[in-house]
């Protein structure tokens, strides 16, 4: 049965990015942390150099995912993956379908009827597999509606001080997550939280 998977990098003082949406410092650990090479494949295929640990977190959080659903926002700054996302489908939350899409040979959809809807088609795509979420909106809106299933954070040993929170405008907290799987990685420590259902 898919689960849906939260899975994003954040500073230890909770940013996913700073106040000009950079994602650098928390994403620093994908390119400079150690001598293993992973490549994401899809259409904006990038190399990872990252430690031994982290490769083995990587590999198998991934190979578990059939689709990702994401929002518009992580979409844009993506530009759009290029029309094929690595891990599979891509379902972006939109009030808008942006001009220019879709795209022929693209794998990215637009889903303009709410959260249960991205899920729901998400879910069918995936075909089993998991489904892996990016932003922090998006994330947001599943731990309020009960649908998220798990929490894979990975926390950059960077402060940021401002910026992006992952976890803001919450509903229902507190919310207390399962007891967690911990890695430590070279400059990052990956954890993956069970959701704990209402």
């Known amino acids: 049965m898919s689960k849906v998977v939260a899975i994003m990098s954040m500073s230890l003082d909770g940013f996913i990015a700073d106040l000009n949406d950079g994602v650098a410092e928390v994403f620093d650990w994908y ?66 379908v942006p001009d220019g899409w879709p795209r022929p040979d693209s794998t990215v959809h637009f889903v303009t009827d709410g959260i249960e809807s991205a899920v729901s088609q998400a879910k069918a795509a995936a075909a089993g597999k998991d489904i892996g979420v990016h932003g922090a ?14 929490i894979s954070v990975d926390i950059a040993a960077v402060l940021l001080g401002s910026g992006v929170r992952l976890f803001d405008h919450l509903a229902g907290t507190p919310s207390v997550l399962g007891n967690p799987t911990v890695i430590q990685g070279v400059g990052v420590t990956h954890l993956r939280y069970p959701v704990r259902k209402a």
């Open 31 to 96: 390119m400079n942390s150690g001598d293993v090479e992973i490549h994401t494949g899809g259409s904006d295929s990038m190399t990872f150099r990252v430690s031994g640990p982290s490769a083995e977190h990587i590999r198998s959080l991934t190979s578990g995912l059939g689709a990702v659903l994401t929002g518009r926002r992580t979409f844009d700054k993506a530009e759009g993956w290029g029309g094929n996302h690595a891990w599979g489908p891509a379902f972006v939350l939109t009030h808008h």
């Open 137 to 150: 909106d998006t994330i947001q809106q599943l731990l309020n509606g009960g649908l998220l299933d798990e």
